[in-house]
């Protein structure tokens, strides 16, 4: 498997230097290509499947940079967050509410899979699940069933254990929304090292 990574920032990197480190290929994917990068269109011809670790803002313009016809029908893992720095911080989101940065991306890119994921904790935790105690969760929305089987394997082999499938890319809205409240732990707690666990009654999940 050849993976695609977008983005250059410390997440794109992270994720680039985990999947290597588990053998497979990966380009990653710059505006500008240059020392251990390459163009967006490169990485996502080359990839079978894309992260998208772009700015939030700008992932649309990454996207088309990266070109309709090299993205066609693969996987895109989109753990990007609609984040508007503009006014300062905190920042608000530039799509909410009835829309997310998932869902526009699938709209867009209609043949492409998109799978909303990683996107609700800090990227040294997204590959070491491990390095914060006790049972804590992920979340994924997208609309291909297979898709989001195959994304599930790659992120069990990270070490991810309990990922709610949240149901289709709509449901992106409700973990990009999750943005204003991890934003503001991160500055109760201060630090980023942490993550959302979902804890049940034990008769409503019997
Ligand atoms: N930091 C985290 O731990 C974390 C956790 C969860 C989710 N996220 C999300 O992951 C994404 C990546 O975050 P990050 O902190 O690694 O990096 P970032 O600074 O948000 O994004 C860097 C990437 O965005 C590209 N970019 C910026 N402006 C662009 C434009 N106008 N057109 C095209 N591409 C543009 C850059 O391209 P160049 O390479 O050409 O500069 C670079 O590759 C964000 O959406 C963020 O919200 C981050």
């Known amino acids: 498997m050849k993976y695609a990574v977008l983005g250059t920032g410390a997440v794109g990197q992270t994720i680039a230097a985990k999947l290597r480190s588990q053998g497979y290929e990966v380009l ?36 088309a940079l990266a070109g309709e016809g090299n993205l066609g029908d693969k996987i895109l893992i989109d753990l990007a967050n609609p984040l508007d720095f503009s006014r300062g911080m905190p920042p608000t989101l530039s799509i909410c509410n009835d829309d997310s940065l998932g869902e526009t991306i699938q709209r867009t890119y209609p ?25 804590h969760d992920l979340f994924m929305s997208g609309n291909d069933p297979l898709a989001k089987a195959e994304v599930h394997k790659l992120l069990a082999s990270w070490g991810w254990k309990t990922i709610h499938d949240l149901g289709d890319i709509s449901t992106a ?27 049940q009654a034990a008769r409503a999940h019997s």
Do not use: Y
């Open 173 to 199: 809205r409700g973990t990009e929304q999750l943005l204003p409240i991890w934003i503001r732990l991160m500055g109760s707690l201060g630090h980023a090292d942490f993550n959302f666990h979902i804890a």
């Open 28 to 63: 990653v994917g710059s505006r500008s290509a240059g020392e251990g990068k390459v163009s967006f269109a490169e990485a996502a011809a080359f990839g079978h499947i894309i992260f998208n670790a772009t700015k939030g803002e700008a992932s649309l313009q990454a996207l």
């Open 111 to 135: 043949r492409l899979k998109v799978v909303k994921t990683l996107n609700t904790l800090n990227c040294a935790l997204m590959v070491n699940p491990s390095a914060v105690g006790g049972s």
